[in-house]
């Protein structure tokens, strides 16, 4: 690793060149080992995007009026995206740097929009316990308390709940379509029924479903309904930058009208820099990324799109039909959308471990907690690899079917842990040090199960105690011990 800045410029193709060595420490996404993260289809749409984005890098959308070509991208954007969710001739929105901030937004909206009509001082938001941890994120960013909505069998939000949870601070409802652990569509009807009872705002976070559903729906999938055709729902966010395959860097927010974004706004007139208005969190806006998003949506259009997402169901459907035919595996639940999570039904089968003998193998894959399991999020691209990630899924369950030990080694033991250790305050504490020292000067990769020394500064060890994890770990042990 270097440190220091080269004392003069290097040559443009050395380090082009240099920068594809880096390339090779990633996972492979582009050859459909990753199941989280990326959306990639090839190299000659990787071009085209990136060829989008360079005409625009410089260009900075902070002042709409400055850059009239970002405005016109934005426009034209946020009219597609609310066309192509039902939104009524008034629907509005903004073009934001990824759903986090879109999702972000919404509840800022909503906060101010109920502390200066209804003078919320004390303001809380109702979401299901599957809501993207973007949620979590605003309630602590922007000081608004959760109350968290239960599941129902199916993993959906359990609507049968929401309206005990309502009360005079509830500032705005969420529900998910579809949400990212389990990928089910939340019954945003009801939710729609009650909020609009209530006069409450009802967001939909449609960040990873938002240009894919909508064009399996024209494919011809029956589908619940989620988007502004429900009466309540009076904001959506949507990302171009994951089934809409644009550039990273491009999401939207769209409201059913002005009065509601109205509130998403900032202006600050006294400022020696000048009168300031900011549509969203941003101070400059990649002009790069929105014009790729443009470009994008332009290259697809609706056949593109609905041929992605004919291929992402096809994937979908050998996936789900593959490892439901593998003895003790089991979906969690039936995919609504473009993802799936599945888990062991065998005491012998530890999921964890599945996992591990999958990373082994090549693949990359996320691991899922309340209950445990493993993910996938599926893309048009996955459908190549349909074959060969379902014989090496079955291998891995042989493999840990013979190897009980497994369950107890690598990071099946870290998983199982983190994921069923009681303690969580603990816990929290255990992977905010670990996270913290990435970013110490020189930190490196993230790893849960590193040892003390490799994690850098240890506050524990350093006073002489038994670390953390190692703590949590025999926590873990007794605990699982007292199950038994
Ligand atoms: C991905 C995602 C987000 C956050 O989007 P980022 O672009 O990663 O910031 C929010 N909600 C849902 C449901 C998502 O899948």
């Known amino acids: 690793?270097?440190?220091?800045?080269?004392?003069?410029?290097?040559?443009?193709?050395?380090?082009?060149?240099?920068?594809?060595?880096?390339?090779?420490?990633?996972?492979?996404?582009?050859?459909?080992?990753?199941?989280?993260?990326?959306?990639?289809?090839?190299?000659?749409?990787?071009?085209?995007?990136?060829?989008?984005?360079?005409?625009?890098?410089?260009?900075n959308g902070l002042n709409p009026s400055a850059f009239k070509s970002l405005k016109r991208f934005e426009n034209e954007i946020i009219g597609i995206t609310t066309h192509l969710l039902h939104g009524p001739a008034e629907a509005c929105g903004v073009l934001t740097?990824?759903?986090?901030?879109?999702?972000?937004?919404?509840?800022?909206?909503?906060?101010?929009?109920?502390?200066?009509?209804?003078?919320?001082?004390?303001?809380?938001?109702?979401?299901?316990?599957?809501?993207?941890?973007?949620?979590?994120?605003?309630?602590?960013?922007?000081?608004?308390?959760?109350?968290?909505?239960?599941?129902d069998a199916q993993l959906r939000a359990d609507v049968s709940r929401l309206e005990g949870l309502i009360n005079r601070n509830t500032v705005m409802i969420l529900g998910s379509a579809p949400e990212y652990p389990h990928g089910t569509i939340d019954p945003i009807e009801a939710m729609g029924e009650i909020a609009q009872r209530h006069a409450i705002p009802l967001h939909v976070d449609a960040c990873v479903g938002g240009f894919i559903l909508p064009f399996m729906e024209l494919n011809g999938r029956a589908l619940p309904l989620w988007d502004y055709r429900v009466p309540g729902v009076t904001s959506i966010s949507a990302d171009l930058h994951k089934y809409g395959f644009a550039a990273k860097g491009a999401s939207t927010i769209s409201y059913r009208n002005l009065d509601y974004l109205k509130h998403q706004m900032f202006v600050y007139q006294d400022w020696p820099g000048g009168v300031f208005a900011s549509p969203a969190l941003l101070g400059t806006r990649p002009g790069g990324a929105y014009a790729a998003a443009w470009a994008t949506l332009q290259y697809f259009g609706q056949s593109g799109y609905r041929e992605l997402a004919a291929r992402t169901c096809e994937a979908v459907d050998r996936l789900s039909a593959g490892i439901?035919?593998?003895?003790?595996?089991?979906?969690?639940?039936?995919?609504?959308?473009?993802?799936?999570?599945?888990?062991?039904?065998?005491?012998?089968?530890?999921?964890?471990?599945?996992?591990?003998?999958?990373?082994?193998?090549?693949?990359?894959?996320?691991?899922?907690?309340?209950?445990?399991g493993l993910h996938a999020m599926v893309t048009a691209q996955h459908l190549a690899v349909v074959d060969a990630y379902l014989a090496d899924l079955q291998a891995a369950v042989a493999t840990v079917r013979s190897h009980p030990e497994l369950a107890q080694q690598g990071s099946a033991a870290t998983y199982g842990m983190l994921s069923h250790v009681p303690l969580r305050g603990l816990v929290k504490r255990r992977v905010l040090d670990i996270f913290a020292a990435m970013y110490a000067p020189g930190g490196g990769a993230i790893d849960l199960s590193a040892s003390v020394d490799n994690a850098g500064t240890e506050p524990d060890a350093a006073h002489g105690k038994t670390p953390l994890l190692e703590r949590l770990m025999m926590k873990y042990v007794s605990w699982k011990s007292r199950q038994r």
């Open 97 to 151: 740097s990824g759903g986090t901030e879109s999702c972000l937004l919404a509840v800022k909206t909503y906060r101010d929009l109920a502390a200066s009509q209804r003078r919320v001082k004390k303001p809380e938001m109702i979401i299901p316990v599957t809501a993207h941890v973007a949620w979590f994120k605003a309630s602590e960013y922007f000081g608004v308390k959760l109350r968290l909505l239960p599941l």
């Open 324 to 372: 439901e035919a593998i003895a003790g595996l089991k979906l969690l639940v039936a995919p609504q959308g473009p993802l799936l999570a599945y888990g062991s039904i065998d005491p012998a089968v530890n999921i964890f471990a599945v996992g591990d003998q999958m990373d082994a193998r090549g693949w990359s894959i996320n691991r899922l907690q309340n209950p445990d």
């Open 1 to 59: 690793m270097s440190n220091s800045l080269p004392q003069s410029g290097r040559a443009a193709a050395q380090i082009l060149d240099e920068l594809k060595g880096f390339a090779s420490l990633d996972p492979k996404y582009k050859e459909g080992r990753l199941w989280s993260l990326s959306y990639y289809l090839d190299e000659d749409f990787e071009k085209f995007l990136g060829q989008a984005y360079q005409a625009f890098s410089g260009a």
